[in-house]
Structure formats: structure tokens, C-alpha cells
């Protein structure tokens, strides 16, 4: 009779520890994890920031003091906790030129369950020729819905890309640009990670060359500034743009640079020095 109290006893502990451990399981946050394409050159440390965030009643906060691991080729390669606003940054030396895949995910913590998310980092040479492409030079309009100059989300996957652009770029990446993909950002599809993610699938989906993503706000002025900022880091070979919008090649003309808009814009929407090109096969004669 003591045997049988005993394995009795034996067999409740056994029965709480496994509702425990299934309990504790299931109390686990279900965490969103973001991460955005990152730009850097041969031997030189490259930021990459990944930010978690887990819902709030009808928001979302960042998640602070959880362990994040990036992954190169499979491989973890740096490790850091967030911070307060759910933000991560980790350090990653590429040896050389290319475009390198990466993940980011939620390392071992008993408070989140694992989630992932992949970018791209683009490791340049200081040297090599950069080709700046406006996403809304790549896709046809919507059906009865006129020129739309920003990425729509989601919506994004039925857009259809302009004919020809994937081939042509290419062709100019294939031997000679570096391709910088801009993308305007519109803050009620999401965040800027989230339309970067967007656009990079869409790229990959139409079979567009891999490149460098760029989200920038929708202010006239953003990519000006941008351009400035990046030649003062050393990318002074970004000297074309390939658009369809007005303020996206004045940006470039501005400061005595190319710019070709595609397709053909209204008339009086082409700044006076922009080369127009009709269709994507006409692009690279005017460069």
C-alpha cells in the first residue's frame, strides 16, 4: 500500500510539472520581429537593426530585454538584447563585395516565442558605379485607378512590373551598377520595415536584380537629402537616377546629376535638363 501512495505521489509531481511546463509554454508572448535592407562596404562593420514589438491592448510595444541572433549563411554571427523600445543592434564585418542574405531572430528566452525575419546586406565598394531606381518607375498602374507613385502594400503582390524593366536592369547590373531601389514610404501600410519587406519580395517575385532597399517618407525633400547624406559617407558614385515622379529627378538635377524618367510623363511634368525615355528599352540610351 506505501508503494502504491508513493508512485501515486510520484505521478502527481510528474502531472504538475508537465502542466507547468505546457502552462508556461502557452503564457509565451507571440512577438513581431522587423529588420531592414543594410548598406556597407568590404571589411567595413555594417549595423543591422532589428526591432521586436508585441501587442499592448490596441497597440504595439517594443519588447525589451530579449536576446536577438543574426544569422549569415545559417551561422549565428552576432548576438544583442533589445532595448527598452524593443530595438536591437548587432555588428556584422562582411570580407567581401556582394549581396549577402541575413536573418535576425528571437534567441532562447522564456518570454517570447521564436519568430524570425530576413533582409538583405548589400556590401558595395566605394568605387562602383550606383544606379538609384524609384519603385514607381517599376510597376503598371492599377486598372482605372491612374499613375500611382507609392508602393501599395500588400496590394503590391497583383501589381504588374513595367515590360521590359526587370530584363533591363539586368543588363546594367549584370557587369557595371550597383542598384539602389527607393521606395516611398506611406505610413498606413506599416512601418518602414514592413514596406521594406514588401518591396523586397515583390523584387524577388517579378525577378528583379537584387539591390539595396531604400524607404524614405513621402516629403519632396527626402531624397535630396538622402543623396547628400550618402555622398558625404563616401557613395559619391551615385550620380543617376532612373524615376517617374518630378521631385525624384529634380533631386538629382538639383545637385548636377542624371536623370531619366520612365515612361513618358505628362507634359510639363518633366524638369527642363530630365531625359525622358518612353518604355524601359529606351533607358540605358540615355545614359
Excluded at 5 to 26: K, N, S, V
Amino acid at each position: 500500500m506505501g508503494v502504491f501512495f508513493r508512485r501515486a505521489g510520484l505521478f502527481t509531481i510528474l502531472l504538475f510539472w508537465t502542466a507547468t511546463t505546457i502552462l508556461a509554454a502557452a503564457e509565451k508572448v507571440s512577438g513581431t520581429l522587423t529588420v531592414h535592407d543594410s548598406l556597407t562596404s568590404p571589411n567595413q562593420p555594417a549595423t543591422i537593426e532589428a526591432t521586436l514589438t508585441g501587442k499592448s491592448l490596441l497597440t504595439e510595444t517594443g519588447l525589451g530585454g530579449e536576446p536577438i541572433e543574426l544569422l549569415v549563411d545559417g551561422n549565428v554571427v552576432a548576438t544583442a538584447m533589445t532595448g527598452g523600445d524593443g530595438r536591437a543592434f548587432l555588428s556584422y564585418t562582411p570580407k567581401a563585395k556582394g549581396a549577402v542574405p541575413f536573418t535576425v531572430r528571437v534567441g532562447t528566452t522564456p518570454r517570447v516565442a521564436v519568430v524570425e525575419a530576413g533582409a538583405n546586406l548589400a556590401v558595395w565598394e566605394h568605387r562602383s558605379p550606383i544606379m538609384a531606381v524609384e519603385m514607381a518607375a517599376l510597376m503598371e498602374d492599377p486598372a482605372g485607378q491612374g499613375p500611382t507613385v507609392t508602393l501599395p502594400g500588400k496590394e503590391a503582390e497583383g501589381r504588374r512590373p513595367m515590360p521590359d524593366a526587370a530584363n533591363e536592369l539586368g543588363k546594367l547590373s549584370q557587369f557595371y551598377y550597383n542598384l539602389l531601389y527607393v521606395v516611398t514610404q506611406d505610413k498606413a501600410i506599416g512601418s518602414n520595415d514592413q514596406v521594406n519587406a514588401q518591396a523586397r519580395q515583390w523584387l524577388k517575385d517579378q525577378k528583379f536584380p537584387v539591390g539595396h532597399i531604400l524607404v524614405l517618407p513621402s516629403d519632396p525633400e527626402a531624397f535630396g537629402a538622402k543623396l547628400d547624406e550618402m555622398h558625404a559617407a563616401g557613395w559619391k558614385t551615385l550620380k543617376i537616377g532612373v524615376g517617374r515622379t518630378k521631385a525624384f529627378a529634380e533631386a538629382f538635377l538639383q545637385r548636377r546629376l542624371d536623370a531619366v524618367m520612365v515612361p513618358e510623363p505628362a507634359k510639363g511634368e518633366a524638369p527642363r535638363k530630365a531625359k525622358v525615355a518612353k518604355e524601359w528599352k529606351e533607358v540605358r540610351k540615355k545614359m
